[in-house]
């Protein structure tokens, strides 16, 4: 005949089992055995072992199935969080569940459900190993998958880290509630707010969202708008805008400090994808915690043109691929208008990520104080400008200012534009008026210790974005110079005096400050104020009651000057 097949043991076509049978049946079981009868039912590479899991059901909690932290040798501190699961006051604890801790994102325990003997209660605990390389200082929070549904669930509580925590047993366990209501409290300033609110309830009408606000007098979206009203049969908002979007933003104006206490759902930001348009949009921030300005904005790549919060602004840059600015990062309960290049789609993330090559943030990392009340305006615009005078050479220290007679608009100092190595200067212009041309601009230099009132026609428009870091507005004009002192005194008083004078003096510059009283013999007799001073007015006194009737000097000096003058104790 033809002879034996390949692969067969006999001209019948017969083939060897695994023990080496000619047409026998012997097979490898589960177990990787030849012959036997194991099961590997949990798919962990243990034969006939009691968990009785069937696959992982944990997504890179534990990959190892090992029932503990995969990379526990790396940390060099651990202890123990004894816990049970609950839903509404029940225990939802079963066989196959997991309770995992965290700290931010970096995962630090995992626990399976144990059986618990009915002598001590019953039911299913997680027996939590939980690991640090710190003694203390950091915050657990933990996550709850169910084998029941196929499902991860955050959970509500914390708990506060220290080296050798045991925290609950199996009788008296650390309690852990599915998160299922998230409250927040969001502190309002008198004026306008720019808000987002990132949870769900079932009622998001103004009235519910807004139920704890005592002050309100108007709020708006991008295309509605409502007024509160208080009358005898009627009290709440009324007009166009009748609920609120996490996906939207909002301008909020009230009459007074207040707060929104509200709870709903937390919003998973990866699975809430923001369709946007060309031009403006008004968008909410959903995640609950803050992210650099580059990881919140990933998935706009180039379509991207702006972006501006109440106070900073930055601009995308194509040479760069991302975005550069005083608007560092984006976080929750913020409101921020996006200028978009064409129709795209945001999608926040759901955890904190450090994946973005976060270079040039000495630019975008020296973020603007603002030390005016900018929330008494409604609008803002923002001008990216350098100063080109002859012979001014330009430091941090410097300022832009925009102001209307005495009311400030907008102060900025400048910031190195990794770009092209030179100061600009983002200020954020603020107005009543959609459009104001009473707008106008000085420069203080800070080595020459001058203010220059600079020449410009720019005038304010709601939303301007004029100039940015490549192609900055300049301001190369000046129409005049104002010098000024570090510090202003007036004399004391009373003058002559007993057996205490007051001294009153306005620092104009950051300096330090010693006051010293000197005798006619040029003795010190005493020392009444020696420290560092900030911007603003103070007064003190010196109490001459054990000194002798005649005249003293006060001497103030500062980080330049020496000032001095006279005064007369009679007694």
């Given amino acids: 005949g033809d002879g034996i097949a390949d692969g067969a043991c006999d001209c019948d076509g017969n083939t060897e089992d695994c023990a080496g049978v000619c047409g026998g049946d012997a097979a490898?079981?589960?177990?990787?055995?030849?012959?036997?009868?194991?099961?590997?039912?949990?798919?962990?590479?243990?034969?006939?072992?009691?968990?009785?899991?069937?696959?992982?059901?944990?997504?890179?909690?534990?990959?190892?199935?090992?029932?503990?932290?995969?990379?526990?040798?790396?940390?060099?501190?651990?202890?123990?969080?004894?816990?049970?699961?609950?839903?509404?006051?029940?225990?939802?604890?079963?066989?196959?569940?997991?309770?995992?801790?965290?700290?931010?994102?970096?995962?630090?325990?995992?626990?399976?459900?144990?059986?618990?003997?009915?002598?001590?209660?019953?039911?299913?605990?997680?027996?939590?190993?939980v690991y640090s390389n710190e003694t203390f200082g950091e915050t657990l929070t933990f996550k709850y998958y169910s084998s029941g549904d196929d499902t991860m669930y955050d959970l509500a509580e914390t708990l506060e880290w220290e080296t050798n925590i045991v925290e609950g047993n199996v009788v008296e366990p650390f309690a852990l509630n599915i998160a299922t209501s998230t409250d927040i409290n969001v502190d309002l300033s008198s004026g306008w707010n720019w808000i987002s609110i990132n949870v769900e309830g079932e009622d998001m009408s103004l009235d519910s969202v807004l139920g704890s606000v005592e002050n309100g007098i108007y709020i708006k979206g991008q295309e509605a708008y409502s007024s509160y009203y208080v009358g005898d049969n009627f009290a709440g908002w009324f007009g166009t805008l009748e609920a609120i979007n996490v996906e939207e933003m909002y301008k909020l104006n009230l009459s007074d400090q207040d707060a929104i206490e509200f709870s709903g759902s937390l919003v998973d930001p990866s699975s809430r994808p923001i369709d946007l348009i060309s031009g403006w949009n008004w968008i909410g921030y959903l995640p609950n915690f803050d992210l650099n300005i580059n990881d919140a904005l990933a998935s706009l790549g180039s379509d991207a043109i702006y972006i501006k919060g109440q106070v900073g602004y930055s601009d995308y840059y194509e040479a760069f691929g991302g975005w550069l600015g005083a608007l560092t990062s984006l976080s929750p309960y913020q409101g921020y208008l996006l200028n978009m290049s064409a129709p795209s789609t945001?999608?926040?993330?759901?955890?904190?990520?450090?994946?973005?090559?976060n270079i040039h943030l000495d630019f975008n990392d020296e973020i603007v104080e603002q030390d005016f009340d900018y929330r008494q305006f409604e609008f803002n615009g923002s001008v990216t400008s350098i100063i080109d005078i002859d012979g001014i050479h330009i430091s941090e220290d410097d300022l832009l200012i925009a102001h209307v007679g005495d009311?400030?608009?907008?102060?900025?100092?400048?910031?190195?534009?990794?770009?092209?190595?030179?100061?600009?200067?983002?200020?954020?212009?603020?107005?009543?008026d959609v459009l104001d041309n009473n707008i106008e601009y000085q420069y203080y230099n800070s080595q020459l210790n001058k203010y220059f009132t600079l020449s410009s026609e720019l005038n304010f428009e709601k939303d301007m974005m004029v100039g940015d870091g490549i192609t900055p507005y300049r301001f190369s004009d000046v129409t005049g110079e104002i010098s000024i002192n570090e510090i202003n005194i007036s004399a004391a008083h009373p003058n002559p005096f007993n057996p205490t004078t007051k001294i009153n003096y306005e620092v104009n510059q950051s300096t330090n400050i010693k006051i010293t009283i000197f005798d006619v013999a040029g003795r010190v007799v005493d020392v009444i104020e020696d420290g560092y001073k900030i911007e603003g007015n103070y007064s003190l006194s010196w109490n001459a009651i054990n000194k002798s009737s005649g005249i003293y000097y006060i001497s103030i000096q500062t980080d330049n000057n020496v000032y001095s003058q006279k005064v007369v104790l009679l007694k």
């Avoid at 036997?36 to 009691?50: E, I, N, S």
């Avoid at 190595?421 to 200020?427: D, H, Q, T």
Wanted: net charge negative.
């Fill in 346 to 357: 945001l999608v926040y993330p759901s955890e904190p990520t450090d994946n973005f090559a």
């Fill in 28 to 129: 490898v079981d589960g177990c990787g055995e030849c012959g036997g009868t194991g099961t590997d039912l949990d798919q962990d590479g243990v034969c006939d072992d009691v968990d009785e899991c069937v696959g992982s059901g944990h997504p890179e909690w534990d990959p190892e199935n090992i029932g503990v932290l995969n990379n526990y040798p790396d940390y060099e501190f651990n202890g123990s969080v004894t816990s049970r699961v609950y839903l509404d006051g029940e225990d939802v604890g079963s066989a196959c569940d997991y309770v995992a801790a965290f700290v931010g994102s970096e995962q630090r325990g995992v626990a399976l459900a144990s059986g618990v003997p009915d002598e001590l209660g019953g039911g299913y605990a997680f027996l939590i190993m």
């Fill in 407 to 432: 009311e400030v608009r907008g102060k900025v100092s400048p910031l190195l534009f990794p770009l092209t190595n030179e100061f600009v200067f983002p200020l954020m212009v603020y107005s009543n």
